[in-house]
């Protein structure tokens, strides 16, 4: 049972453009959400995280949105650059476990 | 090292063989996490360490899995009697409390089981 789930497996963004992610979750219990970015032969790099008492996080070009309602949010990417190429995956945490989106892979177009 | 260390980084092994798979947490993280991610999917929870004790190890698919933290730092995985499809990138990850912080991954080890 799949409790993160990221439905598009791919994007492609033009250089400079806006790049949206998005994430939907099943579980309510989870309060903590975060976006980890992945190179290949790489580990998951955190990116950015909000907690559920909000509803928006920026930083830099990197702005996630929770929508507690709909149990979704999305990473906004904004002006998307080809080094953001790589694989974004969604995480929620409640009490201890940690779990994982499937992922969507996003590439910058020069 | 500053970050989580896996080790080791490649192993080829043969069907019914055991393998250890190692991780060093960053010092001082008391969480320690184990995924395995297959290919286009995400990592997929396996274990979960708070300390010396496994929190919650409902992600071990069977009994030939097994994971280790004896003094509350380095894990080790094992298994038993490997299978081809025990093939995988095996994530470590840790983080300082386990509840609300961002975890840090290890750059995996990828098991291949011919």
């Known amino acids: 049972d799949q409790q993160v789930k990221q439905n598009s497996p791919s994007l492609s963004v033009q250089e400079g453009r806006i790049s949206i992610l998005n994430c939907d979750y099943t579980?309510?219990?989870?309060?903590?959400f975060l976006w980890y970015k992945k190179y290949p032969a790489e580990g998951p790099t955190f990116l950015i995280s909000i907690s559920s008492i909000k509803d928006k996080n920026e930083d830099g070009r990197f702005t996630v949105f929770l929508n507690k309602s709909a149990k979704h949010l999305s990473l906004h990417i904004v002006p998307s650059q080809p080094g953001d190429s790589a694989v974004y995956f969604c995480a929620a945490t409640g009490a201890n476990n940690l779990f994982f989106g499937t992922g969507t892979r996003l590439t910058v177009i020069p | 090292g500053a970050g989580v260390s896996q080790t080791p980084s490649n192993k080829v092994t043969e069907k019914g063989k055991y393998v250890e798979l190692r991780c060093d947490p960053i010092s001082g993280h008391t969480a320690l996490y184990w995924y395995r991610q297959s290919l286009g999917q995400g990592p997929e929870f396996l274990i979960y360490?708070?300390?010396?004790?496994?929190?919650?190890d409902s992600g071990l698919p069977n009994d030939r899995f097994f994971a280790v933290r004896p003094e509350g730092s380095v894990s080790t995985l094992k298994i038993q009697r490997t299978e081809r499809g025990d093939s995988a990138v095996y994530l470590c990850?840790?983080?300082?409390?386990?509840?609300?912080?961002?975890?840090?991954f290890g750059q995996g080890t990828r098991l291949t089981v011919v």
């Open positions: 990850a840790s983080s300082s409390t386990g509840e609300g912080t961002e975890a840090f």
């Open positions: 579980n309510s219990m989870f309060d903590y």
């Open positions: 360490f708070q300390g010396t004790g496994a929190a919650d």
